[in-house]
């Protein structure tokens, strides 16, 4: 394929559905006339829980003292995708190069909090919060930013792909909306009469405003929005999206590209996946675990571009903490502090920043902090055009991450 | 405040001596009891306002129906899951002849909210809970003595990590800030003094050890207390400021009697509580025998949890849903039992809805529309159209169900199960 980039093909792919010539595009384009929010821009947040191996994703393939902490774990500099003279990505993640040379993929190193804490529960508790002080861990960095996405649309913020919570999403004015799967749209039967019928049934009876005051009338103008809402999924649904990975976080991420592509008003969506827990035997599980992270990413930047939506997202990918910087016995790492960021779009300045310094004994057992993650937050937050003094407390510096 | 606002909240938590009919009974049943039958209904009717707030608070007469239910769920107690857990609780609130003791215990339960999210091990939030159940109704001091020793909420709250020479605040903060006094009624050097009151009070193999060793005997003052200060002088302390019956009467008048009183009526509501002696039972007596209780704005007034919705649509038509699903449904809908968001609890009210918890709400009722097949259901409310729309809507929607509705229902002659779905979809199937 001489001189034609996946980049470029997916380009004209774009081409062609802005043109009519793919199939579901013109269903997807009827299902988005008028609809407001097309430009808005959109922060996928993608937490990788347990703590992953910052060291074994950004691999710091130069540092000699690395191969030496870990005999059994380093990758050998031959193996690295190298994207400096220093550090490179893991071949696991291989199908983010490509995401790398169009220069959509931004790396920043070292990135943590002060007094670094190895408990996931705490640590993580600081990741949502954006607070290290021991206020009461009620509200999240983007439950605090909610209530202020009013472009009116049904879904401005949501958990994506599982149903849980995370503290980060905290604190909103209404309870952000956890979505499993497509399927939690779907309007089940009682089985007594057509789908069709009992919807109309269920409009009838709960989404009128006339005759109905307080409490009762805020919920039939919910019941309105989420009825539209479940039409728009399963209209979007129909249409398709092809090339995720199987697996956890292929569905999530292909879900949330659904969700954006629905013109919900999506603004902030929340995906995770587990596992990083990596104490032992970590070359059993982390290269899968990074295989299926970076095909899915690599298969939603691909979605974005063929929907028209890829100039308007970033996604962000962290964990609660790094690991220690040797391998411990066991042929695992333990918990660590410092740890790089991924982000992840077109609007993202591809790149690595941030800094660790060489893993020589002048660094006793862990990456250092030299980033604040909360610069992360703020910058962010900052492009969403949300209250980022709000969402993070404190004065932070903002970074050079985003064109 | 004035004279005149102080004199219309003693006027409003006054015994109510209205008219009481089956619009009042349902309104009694959903807030005692998640909800009633048409049986229920008519036999509080009988007994008129007073009797029948202390009825749906007391005991009932029987109760060996009721512990054959509970005998046959204890070989499941021991399984530790969060599933097998949550399904027992619900079965409780579903069968338990007088299941005002476990709205209590969860009202407690999102007071003092614990979630094994954290604690790990299932069988320590059971304990609490158990323990929230036995002692809910009583003084609140002694409940709030004994959360303060409860295993599950130690590992919660970083007990252990509250040492003599090194002292961890969380606990005596969020005793401060959620679970007594309410943010503003305490600084931050009584947190700081409190903290050191409760080094020691620690957790060890799930139970609770006072770690002498670890327990700082030196002098502490907070809240206008001095003195070698330790844990219980805390919570005497803090129970002792008029903020306290404030903060949690004025948090039991807004989840049994409505949202949105004014700050003379939490001052009513707050002195009589304290100077019950944090007497629970009397209170909520006093509160859903109220004049408050029965007016139009405390009517339909509460956006109904997720457990209060299923377990009351279940109460009120003698249904029998699969608890292990419910369970799971419910946690779909954001309340997943045993596993409160946070220590503030479920912000409630609004906040519970959203266009994917509406679509599930809707889902839910279709569920147990679907399973009303075969059940009592069907002949306590007949099979004909006419017959049950009419008696749907009473047994739900004390009769309310929107025109437009009941019209179309009718119309079309739809079967039970689609008309139960629709009635206990609606807006108003939300309120309580």
Known sequence: ?403 | MTRGSFAAADAALAAYDGPFGEAEAAHLLRRTSFGGTRDERREIVELGPTRAAIDRTSPPDDESAYARVLDALAPLASADTLEISQSIWLTRMLRDPRPFRELLTLFWHGHFATSVTKVGRTRLLVKQVDMLRELGQGPFGELVTAISRDPAMIVWLDGNANRRHHPNENYARELMELFTLGVGNYTEDDVLEAARAFTGWHEHNGRHRFNAHEHDEGAKTLLGRSGALGGEDVIAACLEQPACGRFVGGKLFRFFVHPHPDDALIEAVGARYRESGYDTLALVRTLVGSRAFYSPEARRSIVKSPVLLAVGAARSLSLRPDTTELADRLSGLGQSLYAPPSVKGWDGGRTWLNAATLIGRANLAAELARRAAGQPVEELFGSAPADHVQALNDALLDGDAPRPLVEALRRDSLDLPTCLRAMLSVPEAQLS
């Not at chain 1, 802005?18 to 988005?32: H, V």
């Not at chain 1, 999206?241 to 976080?249: D, Q």
């Not at chain 1, 997202?313 to 991924?342: C, K, W, Y």
Request: hydrophobic share 40%.
């Open chain 1, 1 to 403: 394929m001489s001189g034609l980039t996946r980049r470029d093909l997916i380009r004209s792919a774009a081409a062609m559905q802005m043109l009519g010539l793919l199939p579901g595009s013109a269903l997807r384009a009827a299902a988005l006339a008028g609809v407001p929010g097309a430009a808005e821009t959109v922060l996928v947040v993608v937490q990788l829980s347990g703590g992953n191996d910052g060291l074994n994703t950004v691999v710091p393939w130069a540092d000699d003292a690395y191969h030496r902490a870990r005999p059994v774990l380093s990758v050998s500099p031959g193996a690295v995708l190298k994207l400096t003279d220093h550090v490179g990505l893991h071949p696991a993640l291989a199908a983010l190069q490509p995401v790398w040379e169009e220069g959509d993929l931004g790396v920043v190193q070292g990135v943590g909090y002060p007094d670094p804490n190895r408990s996931h529960f705490r640590s993580m508790e600081i990741w949502h919060t954006a607070r290290t002080d021991d206020a009461p861990p009620t509200r999240g960095w983007l439950g605090e930013v909610a209530g202020g996405f009013g472009s009116g649309g049904a879904l401005p913020t949501a958990r994506v792909g599982a149903r849980d919570l995370p503290l980060a999403l905290a604190g909103a004015p209404s309870q952000v909306p956890a979505i499993g799967s497509l399927g939690d749209f779907v309007i089940e039967s009682s089985g007594g009469l057509s789908a069709s019928s009992e919807r109309q049934l269920l409009s009838t009876a709960c989404t009128r405003t006339e005759g109905r005051s307080g409490e009762a009338a805020f919920i039939a103008e919910a019941y309105a929005a989420a009825f539209d809402c479940a039409r728009r999924l399963e209209e979007i649904g129909k249409s398709g999206t092809a090339g995720f990975p199987n697996g956890g976080m292929g569905r999530s991420l292909d879900l949330a590209s659904q969700l954006i592509g629905a013109r919900l008003g999506s603004r902030v969506l929340y995906v995770t996946q587990g596992g990083y827990d990596t104490h032992a035997g970590q070359n059993r599980s982390h290269p899968t675990l990074l295989r299926e992270l970076g095909n899915s990413l690599a298969a939603f930047q691909e979605q974005l571009v063929r929907q028209g939506d890829a100039d308007r997202v970033v996604t962000l990918v962290f964990s609660e903490f790094g690991r220690r910087i040797h391998e411990n016995a066991s042929g695992g790492t333990d918990h660590g502090a410092g740890n790089p960021v991924l982000l992840l779009g077109r609007p993202v300045a591809g790149g690595v920043t941030g800094h660790i310094p060489a893993l020589d004994g002048a660094v006793d057992r862990d990456v250092p902090m030299s980033t604040d993650f909360r610069s992360v937050y703020v910058t962010l937050l900052d492009w969403l055009g949300a209250p980022a003094g709000r969402a993070v407390p404190g004065q932070f510096d903002r970074l050079p991450l985003l064109t």
